[in-house]
């Protein structure tokens, strides 16, 4: 395994009164592979990336339990430094918004070659060249002539590709993507989703791939981790995933996309809104919203039920595998 | 026959821009017609910088165009001025994007749905004010107690609500809603959604509705204006356009829409090339430098909205 993660906890407030913002979250990814981490705004993928990247913003969350090993080494606690001084560094991470992670005044070559000094050691021509071969690799056309753009001369796809190129300065064994194509157009999208898999086949990467969408889940992940309320739910291939749900927040998140009910009257929805951390203590977080709920749901926390070799669900009641319409 | 609310005929809105030291005149829209018949919901959709937005923010004159005429009810929207824009005003009412930043975080909930109608001395009194900000939450699946509370205490999706609340409060002819659910999740974007249908019956709403999402498009809009580069390309009922695409530039953005179906795999199969530089508009049609048809005549003219084949359809392309 590229990236294991165990039980992982992720807490805010007081030690006394730990509020779980993360909870017991487990995952795999394997070599070259990519792994979907879908959700909806504030289910815990966003801190659950950043747990492993070791990026907890400080002072706040803090990993409470559970063990993250990065290709066989245990990460846990490492902070960033830490982990590349002792050769676990390899890693990297792109965001949902290039611009805001991108220096508006320096030229993209020396962003790039910033990142290649402190990975590979080496600077001024050799650090220039590397830049350029990593423009190439994210197929930024005109290489040496972007190198001495600033990133306000370049499109949100370009801006994204360089983000991209400067993940990559480290060749990282994993790459954690946080909502990349979501600032950009459809069209962008498209070329950029298929940028990430062609990486992922070329470079032997492995990919965590966070999103809210789940026609970019179908499109690009291997398998999926269903997240809500702090816990994965369901996990399962992709296409035993959009084949046979077996969660009803799946399955509920699958039936109010609006492209799989053109022309319909009305669009099926899930009920309420989602929980703020902490608000549910007893029984399963997605009881108050769930159109199957029994009383049990409501005091005993569900199980994880094996259903097949891969596919799992956190509940008491799963779907008996009906194909979405 | 149903009667035409809005028309806008050859609307051009452009702003001044500064880029590397350089002014430009950036044409946001070149030459737009559109018409809105009563109970009908027109959607355009179209990808960031086509235009779409500034559309409807000249429509409400949130934007002052260049040139063009808009109509409401034959009225000039334009040019009007006293008791006339005060119409316009309250028959066309916009919902925007970001129910964080469209709500006055000062002002409770129902003095911000209630503005219009203060503004326009709509109440007949205290009582009445109260009364309609109460039946207008309600109608909106909002307990009337929002009234008294800040938007800071509402979630993403009563917040949007309240937004639509504020829209209607005046019983408007056209809400021109602008990405109303695009800053929603999902499971939230299809109550907003069902709600805004629910209201176009109940109220005989007419809309305008903008969004980049061809998903939420097509559930909502009878007809579908495509837009790109400050013009329609393609214009059509919702089902002809979403089965049936004719213009390149529509058949790319559908096919680059993730379906949600892993044994549908778009991803490096489908080209769709880079949008050109808003600044330097090509002299023909915008987009030939990424169009597979694109010949000679696409360089040097500027293909002109036509009706093609059976269905009452309109294409600028000069290939079909």
Not at chain 2, 171 to 191: K, M, R
Request: overall charge neutral; proline content about 6%; glycine content about 10%.
């Amino acid at each position: 395994m590229m990236l294991s993660v165990r039980d992982l906890t992720v807490s805010i407030g007081p030690e006394t009164a730990p509020i779980d913002i993360v909870s017991g979250v487990s995952f795999d990814i394997g070599k070259g592979e990519i792994l979907g981490l879908v959700g909806e705004s504030g289910c815990g993928k966003s801190m659950t990336s950043l747990a492993v990247m070791g990026l907890l913003p400080q002072p706040g969350p803090r990993i409470r339990g559970g063990r993250i090993d990065l290709v066989g080494a245990d990460v846990t606690q490492l902070q960033p430094w830490q982990r590349v001084e002792a050769g676990h560094g390899r890693i990297a991470m792109i965001f949902q918004e290039p611009m805001t992670s991108l220096n508006p005044v320096r030229r993209i070559g020396d962003q790039i070659a910033e990142a290649v000094r402190v990975h590979d050691g080496v600077s001024g021509a050799a650090a220039q060249a590397r830049a350029h071969e990593l423009l190439d690799l994210v197929r930024i056309p005109d290489a040496a002539l972007q190198l001495a753009a600033y990133p306000h001369q370049l499109s949100g796809g370009q801006r994204q590709r360089i983000m991209i190129a400067i993940a990559l300065a480290c060749r990282p064994q994993v790459l954690i993507a946080d909502e990349p194509t979501t600032a950009l157009d459809v069209t962008i999208q498209i070329q950029i989703l298929g940028l990430l898999r062609d990486l992922c086949n070329r470079l032997d990467m492995s990919i965590l791939f966070i999103t809210h969408d789940m026609g970019v889940i179908a499109q690009l992940a291997d398998r999926v981790a269903v997240m809500y309320g702090g816990r994965i739910v369901e996990t399962a291939d992709v296409g035993a995933l959009f084949n046979e749900p077996r969660h009803h927040y799946t399955r509920g998140l699958m039936d109010c996309m609006p492209a799989r009910n053109l022309g319909a009257r009305r669009l099926p929805t899930i009920a309420g809104q989602a929980p703020r951390p902490g608000a549910i203590r007893t029984g399963c977080v997605f009881a108050p919203r769930c159109a199957a709920v029994q009383d049990l749901c409501l005091v005993a926390a569900p199980p994880r039920i094996v259903l097949s070799e891969g596919h799992e669900a956190l509940c008491a009641f799963p779907l008996q595998g009906e194909r979405p319409s | 026959m149903s009667e035409t609310l809005l028309e806008v005929r050859d609307l051009k809105t452009s702003f001044n821009v500064k880029r590397s030291g350089r002014k430009y005149r950036l044409k946001a829209v070149d030459g737009v017609s559109l018409s809105l018949v009563s109970g009908e919901v027109l959607g355009i959709v179209g990808e960031s910088g086509c235009g779409k937005t500034t559309v409807g923010r000249s429509i409400v004159r949130l934007v002052q165009p260049d040139s063009g005429a808009i109509q409401f009810r034959g009225g000039d929207v334009l040019g009007a001025r006293g008791a006339a824009l005060r119409d316009v005003r309250l028959n066309l009412r916009m919902v925007f994007q970001d129910p964080y930043a469209s709500l006055n975080p000062r002002r409770s909930i129902g003095d911000s749905v209630a503005e219009a109608g203060d503004i326009n001395g709509v109440f007949k009194s205290r009582a009445d004010r109260a009364a309609r900000i109460a039946e207008t939450l309600s109608a909106v699946g909002l307990e009337p107690s929002f009234a008294t509370r800040y938007p800071h205490e509402l979630s993403g999706g009563q917040r949007q609500r309240a937004g639509i609340a504020r829209a209607i409060l005046p019983a408007p002819a056209v809400i021109i809603a602008d990405e109303p659910v695009s800053a929603l999740d999902v499971s939230v974007q299809a109550q907003v959604l069902n709600l805004m249908m629910d209201l176009r019956e109940r109220l005989g709403l007419s809309m305008l509705f903008i969004s980049h999402d061809i998903g939420v498009i097509g559930q909502i809009s009878d007809r579908v204006a495509v837009m790109y580069m400050g013009r329609v390309v393609e214009l059509s009922d919702a089902r002809t356009i979403l089965d049936r695409a004719m213009h390149p530039y529509t058949r790319a953005l559908m096919a680059a829409v993730p379906k949600p179906d892993p044994s549908q795999r778009i991803v490096g199969v489908v080209e769709t090339g880079e949008p050109p530089s808003q600044f330097n508009r090509p002299t023909g049609c915008a987009y030939a430098a990424r169009c597979p048809l694109a010949s000679e005549r696409c360089l040097a003219e500027a293909p002109l909205l036509r009706p093609i084949g059976p269905d009452n359809r309109l294409v600028a392309c000069h290939n079909l």
